[in-house]
């Protein structure tokens, strides 16, 4: 592969076939209603493409602001995007209120917080049988036998022990587990899990990421992972995805991306080490902060807090080049004419 600054790249892990979600060229710009910068736009995610393949992990990482849960809006469709499209098993999304509800069985998302999702007033037996009545149309006895199986695919076991609990008796693990159990009620083929466990207490943050990672395996779903923690990325994930200031700036294999990742900023995120305590945003303190999406500055988005800028970085944004493999990132220090210790031709 040369450049391709002409051709799109499309991030996300490879795998022969038709991807069970696919994103090109995706990009919000936000209007600005008020203030001095009245009829601007935030520019929170710029020509994203991404492939959500069956039975594989997606893990978009950046720090708080890289335009990531504006991502993963994008791709519930809550969010109307600015440009791009979605294919759904290759076929254009459409717009009728039937081919949204449509996408709506087929693409579910897990909330951060269980709580924002769950009834307190409404039983667990309550929340799992709606979506199998309204769904299904399934009745009676029925009802009751599926909603144990849903608990039981989350590992929530004996169902009899949950069915009749309410969302406050859970501990916020099982939540999750109860809020994914009904997602998966809709038989979706496609899990957009923005910050599933930040929310979580760290000791149960690992079995709801491997419970994701079962139903990756044993349902074949196309996980979405957005997470601002690089190293449960590379956990949980089959490719990683690093987005600054509402570009992509590197992807490739996670266990790649973290061993020797090509970006310098892909660097800084793994070097701001990783600690399993936090619960907010990360946000990579005494290193600048992440620019104004709203005049983001020229050529690389990085370059005033990258260490190894170029004059050219702050002149031109740099194509999508290879690194090793399957990696590939947008940066001049992969052009080996730009490249340090090289004299361009
Ligand atoms: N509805 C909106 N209107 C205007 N600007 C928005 C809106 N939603 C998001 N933004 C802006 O878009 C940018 C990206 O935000 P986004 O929430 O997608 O980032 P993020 O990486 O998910 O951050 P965090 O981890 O803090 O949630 C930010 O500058 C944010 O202020």
Redesign the pocket.
């Known amino acids: 592969m040369t450049s391709t600054d002409t051709a799109r790249v499309v991030h996300g892990p490879k795998r022969p076939g038709t991807p069970a979600l696919e994103a090109r060229g995706l990009t919000k710009h ?1 209007p600005v209603h008020g203030g001095l910068r009245r009829g601007r736009v ?1 520019r ?1 995610v710029e020509d994203v493409s991404l492939a959500l393949p069956e039975g594989t992990v997606t893990a978009v990482v ?10 993963s809006r994008l791709l519930t469709r809550l969010t109307a995007p600015t440009a791009g499209e979605l294919l759904l098993d290759g076929e254009p999304v459409g717009g009728s209120a039937r081919a949204r509800r449509a996408y709506a069985g087929q693409v579910h998302l897990v909330l951060q917080d269980p709580f924002s999702s769950l009834n307190a007033v409404h039983s667990i037996r309550y929340h799992l049988r709606r979506p199998l009545k309204l769904h299904h149309g399934l009745r009676g006895s029925e009802l009751d036998a599926h909603a144990a199986q849903l608990l039981e695919r989350v590992s929530l076991t004996p169902a009899e022990r949950y069915l009749d609990k309410f969302p406050h008796e859970l501990s916020g693990g099982q939540r999750q587990r109860v809020a994914i159990a009904r997602g998966l009620a809709v038989r979706p083929r496609v899990l957009l899990a923005d ?1 599933p466990v930040s929310m979580l207490d760290v000791s149960i943050r690992l079995g709801v990421l491997n419970l994701l990672d079962e139903l990756r395996e044993r349902e074949r779903l196309a996980i979405l992972y ?1 997470t ?1 923690d690089i190293a449960s990325a590379r956990y949980l994930a089959d490719t990683v995805v690093v ?1 600054y200031a ?1 570009q992509v700036v590197e992807s490739g294999p996670a266990v790649q991306v973290t061993d020797a990742p090509a970006h310098p900023y892909t660097r800084l995120l793994l070097s701001a080490a990783p600690d399993p305590h936090r619960r907010e ?1 990360v946000v990579l303190r005494g290193r600048g902060a992440p620019p104004s ?1 709203i005049d983001p500055p020229s050529g690389c988005r990085f370059h005033p807090r990258c260490p190894l800028a170029m004059p050219v970085c702050a002149e031109t944004a740099p194509p999508v080049r290879p690194a090793a493999g399957d990696q590939v990132a947008a940066c001049w220090l992969l052009d080996p004419e730009r490249a340090p210790g090289t004299t361009p031709a």
Do not use: I
């Open positions: 936000f935030v929170a950046g720090e708080s602001g890289s335009g990531k849960s504006t991502l910050e957005v601002h987005m509402g945003p999406l």
